[in-house]
Every structure is written in structure tokens, then in C-alpha cells.
């Protein structure tokens, strides 16, 4: 019995083993045994970032030092070792200790998490303003100004049915790829405009530090600007609907185009989307 659990443990090991060396980086995703967030090619996905960062080392100090006053409680002040317990009502001093330092943490966090807020949300200034519409099931893509102006697309996934039924192998780009891709420039600021033209959407780029709802009727705007060139970067599902839904587009870059042939030529424009999308609305400038 021992020796037949000894082989069954070996031929597990042995397998995990080989599905493990199958297992390669997801372009632009999560990377193999990664456990921190992805670091992003945006200013703000990297602000996103040193702000998770900054709250865990918050987190982890408190952590540390809760537990480690309340253990060295429990050990050193026990009733085997003698303790006799002090006897007060109240102390000032105490009571605004654990008033005034919350206060100050709750402050260290809130400051940078207003500022990545508010640099999120701001579309001011922007080199470039793409219309993205959420449809069943499928993203279409409208450039409204810029060198590709006039540029729209259907944007539909395009995983292999055999993957998807289980009769081929997966690849690292299971159920995110799409047949056409959203084109932006490096060092230009870009203001995506998103709405929906039936239910709720939900539009996500982990590396560029974008997640926004895209609902119908509404159009909200998120601006954001590549630091450095990203071949390929692919959003993630934070939202799955039924199983054919393309709620998952890729965005691709291109260094700075000064004529209109850049962008025209690595995006595929298509025939005209099928219904007039609602026209954006309140728009800061």
C-alpha cells in the first residue's frame, strides 16, 4: 500500500511538473508565480502602484505592531509570571494617542490616493480622444480626432472555437485576444470616451491603470498617456458575460506618427458601426 501511494505521489509530482513548464507569461498580463500587481506602462498605472504599495507597508506596520504590543502582552504581563493588573479608570494621554495617530495614517493615505484619483479622472489637454462603445459581444472603436480621425472598427474575439470547447489546447491569450486592436500613441496624452449601446460594459487595461463601466446613455471619459512604447497590451475580464462576450480588446502603440498613414495602417477600419453611438457628452475641457 505504501509502495502504490509512493508511485501515485512520483506521478503526480511528475505531472505538475510538466503542466507547469506549459505555463508561459501572459503578454501583457500577469506573469508566471507573479504576486504583486502588475507595475503598467502608464504614469498612472505606476502611481496605481507605489499607492498599493505604500497602503501595504501602512498595513503590514500596523499589523506588526497591534499584534506585537498584544502578544508581548499576553507573554510578558501573564498571570504564571506574577502580573497583578493595573487599575485606572482613564488616561487623556492614551485616548488621544489612539485618536490623533488613526487620523494621521487615515491623512498619509488619503493624500496620494486623492492625487491618482483626480489624475485619473482628468482628460484635460488630450492629444488624442477615442470613442469606445460596448456592444453584445463585440467593442467598437471610433477615433474622433487626431491623425486617424474618421478610424472605426469592430473589435470581436477571436479565441478558436476548438479552445474554447475543450478540443484543442489553451493558449496564454485564452479568451482575451481580439481580431482588431486599439492603436495609440507613446508620450501623447489619450482620452477614451466610453459608452454602451445596450447593458452595462466594463472596459479594462491593467497596464495602462484603466477599469471604467461603460453604460448606455452616459458617456464617461478616462485619460491616460504611455511613458514608454507597450507592443501589446492586453485588458483583463473583470466582467464575464455569457461565454462569447469580447469584453476583453488588446491595445497596441506606435513612436509618435506625424502623418495620418501610421495609425491607418495598423488599424484595420471596417465597415461602420452598426448604430450611431450616443454623442459624447460633457466633456472637460
Same mark, same amino acid.
Given at each position: 500500500?505504501?509502495?502504490?501511494?509512493?508511485?501515485?505521489?512520483?506521478?503526480?509530482?511528475?505531472?505538475?511538473?510538466?503542466? $507547469? +513548464?506549459?505555463?508561459?507569461?501572459?503578454?501583457?498580463?500577469?506573469?508566471? *508565480?507573479?504576486?504583486?500587481?502588475?507595475?503598467?506602462?502608464?504614469?498612472? +498605472?505606476?502611481?496605481?502602484?507605489? =499607492?498599493?504599495? %505604500? %497602503?501595504? !507597508?501602512?498595513?503590514?506596520?500596523?499589523?506588526?505592531?497591534?499584534?506585537?504590543?498584544?502578544?508581548?502582552?499576553?507573554?510578558?504581563?501573564?498571570?504564571?509570571?506574577? +502580573?497583578?493588573?493595573?487599575?485606572?479608570?482613564?488616561?487623556?494621554? !492614551?485616548?488621544?494617542?489612539?485618536?490623533?495617530? &488613526?487620523?494621521?495614517?487615515?491623512?498619509?493615505?488619503?493624500?496620494?490616493?486623492?492625487?491618482?484619483?483626480?489624475?485619473?479622472? /482628468?482628460?484635460?489637454?488630450? /492629444?488624442?480622444?477615442?470613442?469606445?462603445?460596448?456592444?453584445?459581444?463585440?467593442?467598437?472603436?471610433?477615433? %474622433?480626432?487626431?491623425?486617424?480621425?474618421?478610424?472605426?472598427?469592430?473589435?470581436? =474575439?477571436?479565441?478558436?472555437?476548438?479552445?474554447?470547447?475543450?478540443?484543442?489546447?489553451?493558449? *496564454?491569450?485564452?479568451?482575451?485576444?481580439?481580431?482588431?486592436?486599439?492603436?495609440? &500613441?507613446? *508620450?501623447?496624452?489619450?482620452?477614451? !470616451? =466610453?459608452?454602451?449601446?445596450?447593458?452595462?460594459?466594463?472596459?479594462?487595461? #491593467?497596464?495602462?491603470?484603466?477599469?471604467?463601466? +461603460?453604460?448606455?446613455?452616459?458617456?464617461?471619459?478616462?485619460?491616460?498617456?504611455?511613458?514608454?512604447?507597450?507592443?501589446?497590451?492586453?485588458?483583463? #475580464?473583470?466582467?464575464?458575460?455569457?461565454?462569447?462576450?469580447?469584453?476583453?480588446?488588446?491595445?497596441?502603440?506606435? *513612436?509618435?506618427?506625424?502623418? $495620418?498613414?501610421? &495609425?491607418? $495602417?495598423?488599424?484595420? #477600419?471596417?465597415?461602420?458601426? &452598426?448604430?450611431?453611438?450616443?454623442?459624447?457628452?460633457?466633456?472637460?475641457?
Amino acid at each position: 500500500m505504501m509502495k502504490e501511494k509512493g508511485v501515485l505521489g512520483i506521478c503526480a509530482l511528475l505531472f505538475s511538473s510538466v503542466a $507547469s +513548464a506549459q505555463i508561459v507569461d501572459m503578454p501583457g498580463g500577469p506573469a508566471v *508565480n507573479q504576486l504583486n500587481v502588475t507595475r503598467g506602462v502608464t504614469q498612472i +498605472a505606476r502611481d496605481i502602484w507605489d =499607492l498599493h504599495t %505604500l %497602503l501595504l !507597508v501602512i498595513c503590514a506596520l500596523i499589523f506588526i505592531g497591534v499584534f506585537g504590543v498584544m502578544f508581548y502582552s499576553i507573554l510578558m504581563h501573564r498571570k504564571s509570571k506574577g +502580573a497583578v493588573p493595573a487599575k485606572f479608570h482613564e488616561h487623556v494621554g !492614551v485616548e488621544i494617542a489612539w485618536t490623533v495617530i &488613526p487620523f494621521l495614517i487615515i491623512i498619509a493615505m488619503a493624500v496620494p490616493a486623492t492625487r491618482a484619483v483626480v489624475a485619473m479622472k /482628468d482628460t484635460t489637454n488630450a /492629444d488624442l480622444t477615442v470613442l469606445v462603445t460596448g456592444y453584445q459581444w463585440k467593442w467598437g472603436y471610433e477615433y %474622433l480626432d487626431g491623425p486617424a480621425q474618421g478610424v472605426k472598427f469592430l473589435a470581436n =474575439l477571436s479565441t478558436p472555437r476548438e479552445q474554447i470547447e475543450g478540443n484543442a489546447p489553451k493558449s *496564454n491569450t485564452y479568451l482575451i485576444e481580439t481580431d482588431r486592436h486599439m492603436v495609440v &500613441p507613446v *508620450n501623447k496624452k489619450v482620452r477614451v !470616451v =466610453l459608452t454602451a449601446n445596450d447593458v452595462i460594459h466594463s472596459w479594462m487595461v #491593467p497596464e495602462f491603470g484603466v477599469k471604467q463601466d +461603460a453604460c448606455r446613455g452616459y458617456c464617461a471619459t478616462r485619460g491616460s498617456a504611455l511613458k514608454r512604447r507597450a507592443s501589446i497590451a492586453v485588458s483583463a #475580464p473583470s466582467s464575464v458575460a455569457k461565454t462569447t462576450h469580447s469584453c476583453r480588446s488588446w491595445s497596441k502603440s506606435w *513612436n509618435r506618427p506625424t502623418t $495620418s498613414s501610421g &495609425p491607418t $495602417s495598423s488599424v484595420r #477600419p471596417c465597415r461602420p458601426l &452598426p448604430t450611431t453611438p450616443p454623442k459624447p457628452m460633457n466633456w472637460p475641457i
